[in-house]
């Protein structure tokens, strides 16, 4: 029985996430795609060569797609769609198109008019976000950090910011280095997980504060490969006077004070009893005792 869907065999590029380490996660959709498209381009011909010879998939010639050959491929995989090819893409491991080739086929693909589609995967990011023990529901994927420069010290600055939990890769041997720049910026106490070798046999995550993750990261000789997850900075407490602008914006836009309450919380997340308060003292008087303080 094949596990196809129902479009898998139209023509289209079909992006295919394949295993981060654990051979068993690569999906029976993900293999029939593989198995059955008319091309499949690739980071790396042996790679993806014993990816083949593991699940007994035979293949005609790989198109090469990596970081230095993606323009090209881009117009010969359009060129085969415009025939009425499937184009099968996978990357070295993973989701294709994140920290990966993919992204800018996809984009010249979708230029041409044509379908792209997706076989969901194995993700390093999201296996490491999900088993960090951090916040999940809002998160930002920063990929790898510029090795060193003037824009590794914006990024740096903005994850000081960056409410959200925020996701990393990070070859082993800049770990050190990469931990101590984040314990420099974001400061000792912020929590951060270190997931290594994730879906393989010494899969490991570590947690525990930045100040610990360096004395962590130059007592073990890093090995393989990591997903850095850090916690995201402390909500950040707008300012009466800032409040005061949001308040004044609202009412001169013709909101009534309780509207103009309401926006301000929902706009800047701080608590309705200082919003009301601000109010108050904006106003010069109470409200006309119709309105009942908030509880909170
Ligand atoms: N597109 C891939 C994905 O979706 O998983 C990521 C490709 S990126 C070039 C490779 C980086 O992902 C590594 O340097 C490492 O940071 C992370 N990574 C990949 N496999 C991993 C694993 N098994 N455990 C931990 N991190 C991994």
């Not at 596990?3 to 029976?28: F, Q």
């Amino acid at each position: 029985m094949t596990a196809l869907g129902d479009d898998d065999t139209a023509p289209a590029l079909i992006l295919v996430a394949t295993p981060i380490g654990n051979m068993a996660d690569l999906s029976p959709r993900a293999r029939d795609v593989l198995a059955n498209a008319d091309s499949v381009a690739c980071e790396d011909t042996r790679r993806t060569g014993s990816l083949f010879a593991h699940f007994g998939i035979a293949h005609s010639p790989f198109i090469v797609c990596n970081e230095h050959t993606e323009r090209a491929a881009a117009e010969e995989i359009v060129r085969r769609i415009e025939s009425g090819q499937t184009v099968a893409l996978v990357s070295d491991a993973g989701t294709p198109a994140v920290s990966d080739p993919g992204q800018r086929v996809t984009q010249r693909v979708i230029a041409a008019g044509h379908e792209v589609r997706s076989i969901p995967g194995p993700s390093a990011a999201l296996v490491g976000l999900t088993v960090s023990g951090l916040i999940t529901d809002r998160f930002c994927f920063d990929g790898f950090l510029p090795r060193k420069g003037a824009e590794r010290g914006r990024r740096l600055e903005r994850l000081e910011r960056e409410e959200r939990t925020s996701v990393l890769f990070e070859a082993p041997h800049r770990l050190e280095r990469t931990i101590r720049d984040l314990e420099r910026h974001l400061g000792p106490e912020r929590q951060v997980a270190l997931a290594r070798e994730l879906t393989k046999r010494y899969e490991n995550v570590w947690r525990g504060s930045l100040a610990e993750a360096m004395v962590h990261a130059t007592d073990v000789e890093p090995r393989g490969e990591y997903v850095i997850i850090v916690e995201g900075a402390p909500a950040h407490e707008a300012s009466d006077e800032r409040l005061i602008e949001a308040l004044q914006r609202e009412l001169q836009a013709g909101a009534s004070r309780r509207d103009a309450i309401a926006a301000v919380v929902e706009l800047t997340g701080a608590k309705k009893r200082q919003v009301y308060d601000l109010a108050l003292q904006l106003d010069g008087k109470a409200f006309g005792g119709s309105e009942e303080p908030p509880s909170t």
